[in-house]
C-alpha cells in the first residue's frame, strides 16, 4: 500500500468503477455533443445548483435524481429524442415554454377544466408535437416515462407508458430503439393504469 498525502493511504489496486447510472450519463453526454434536436443550434450549459433548488421550489416537490443530473451535468435541455428535453426553468431559444412553466401552466389549465386534469408530481421535459409530451413521474421511485397523447379527445386514454424508467428511456435513445425511430413506429405502448386514481377528486370528509 503506498502512502500519499500524510495520514492518507492509498491502494493503488482500488480502481474506481462507474456505476450504471454513470455509464448511462457518460453515453447520453457523448451522444447530446454530437446530435441537435429541432430548433436548438447548440447545447446550453447545465444548470447551476441554486437553479434546480429554484425550479423545485417552484414545482413543489425534487426531481428524480437522474433527471436532476441530466440538467446538472449535461445541459440545460436541447438533447434527447426529436424535440429534445424542455429547459428547466428558462424558455428555450426555439421558444418552448420551460418543463416548470410547462407544468405550472397544466396544473392550472385542469383545475380550471376538470376534463382533462394535469396529475400532480407529472412533469413535461420532451414535446412531441402536436400537444403531445413525454412526461416523468416524479412522484414515482421508478421515474416511469409517461406519453401524454390527447389527440383522440378521450382523456381516460390520452396517457401511456413510454418506458418503465427513466433509465430505459434515455437507453432507448443512445441505442436508437425507441418508439419514435422509423423501424419501431409500430411499436405499442400499454396505458398509464394510475391515471385515474393520480386525477381523481378527493373524497370529501364526512
Not at 434536436?37 to 445548483?49: H, M
Not at 421508478?142 to 378521450?154: H, I, R, S, Y
Amino acid at each position: 500500500m503506498s502512502r500519499g498525502r500524510p495520514g492518507v493511504f492509498h491502494n493503488p489496486e482500488v480502481v474506481h468503477r462507474p456505476t450504471e447510472s454513470e455509464q448511462l450519463l457518460a453515453r447520453v453526454a457523448d451522444k447530446a455533443r454530437n446530435t441537435r434536436p429541432w430548433g436548438w443550434t447548440s447545447l446550453p450549459e447545465p444548470v447551476e445548483a441554486d437553479t434546480l433548488a429554484r425550479a423545485e421550489a417552484a414545482l413543489g416537490f425534487p426531481l428524480p435524481p437522474l433527471l436532476a443530473d441530466l440538467y446538472l451535468r449535461i445541459g440545460d435541455g436541447g438533447f434527447g429524442p426529436e424535440y429534445g428535453l424542455l429547459p428547466l426553468l428558462d424558455s428555450a431559444p426555439a421558444g418552448e415554454p420551460a418543463a416548470v412553466v410547462q407544468y405550472l401552466a397544466n396544473r392550472k389549465s385542469g383545475r380550471k377544466d376538470p376534463d382533462w386534469p394535469w396529475p400532480e408530481g407529472v412533469l413535461p421535459i420532451s414535446h412531441w408535437g402536436c400537444a403531445m409530451y413525454a412526461c416523468v413521474d416524479c412522484h414515482s421511485r421508478e421515474a416511469p416515462v409517461l406519453l401524454f397523447e390527447p389527440n383522440a379527445g378521450d382523456r381516460d386514454h390520452s396517457w401511456f407508458v413510454d418506458a418503465p424508467t427513466l433509465t430505459d428511456w434515455l437507453r432507448a435513445w443512445v441505442d436508437g430503439t425507441g418508439w419514435y425511430e422509423e423501424m419501431n413506429e409500430e411499436l405499442e405502448m400499454p396505458p398509464w393504469a394510475e391515471f385515474p386514481i393520480r386525477t381523481a377528486p378527493p373524497t370529501p370528509a364526512t
